[in-house]
């Protein structure tokens, strides 16, 4: 079955930066977009960044642009997002997500916790 294991997440200080990764298994990764959510805590899950199959276009949410960046390697199954300049309002559980369209459904990880503090 479909699998999306995020890892990476934890307390960082304003300015600084984080890697997360995601190892997804159980679907053809390499021909799915791979998404990044957030969901703060009181807020609904939002958008943050979208990579598509080849990894060659890419989408940001505004709030990221310019400070994240998502990436994949189809090889190893994985995506990431870097995120670099970290504010507290970047403070939220990160979730790794896929829509497969052969059968209509979004898939989801269980998260991984950010904390942006001093």
């Known amino acids: 079955q479909v699998q999306l294991v995020e890892s990476g997440g934890g307390l960082v200080q304003p300015g600084g930066s984080l890697r997360l990764s995601c190892a997804a298994s159980g679907f053809a990764f390499s021909n799915e977009a791979m998404s990044w959510y957030r969901q703060a805590p009181g807020k609904e899950r939002e958008f943050v960044a979208r990579?598509?199959?080849?990894?060659?276009?890419?989408l940001y949410a505004d709030s990221v642009k310019g400070r994240f960046t998502i990436s994949r390697d189809n090889a190893k199954k994985m995506v990431y997002l870097q995120m670099n300049s970290l504010e507290p309002e970047d403070t939220a559980v990160y979730y790794c997500?896929?829509?497969?369209?052969?059968?209509?459904?979004?898939?989801w990880g269980q998260g991984t916790q950010v904390i942006v503090s001093s």
């Open positions: 997500s896929t829509y497969r369209v052969s059968v209509g459904r979004t898939y």
């Open positions: 990579v598509m199959d080849t990894g060659g276009r890419t």
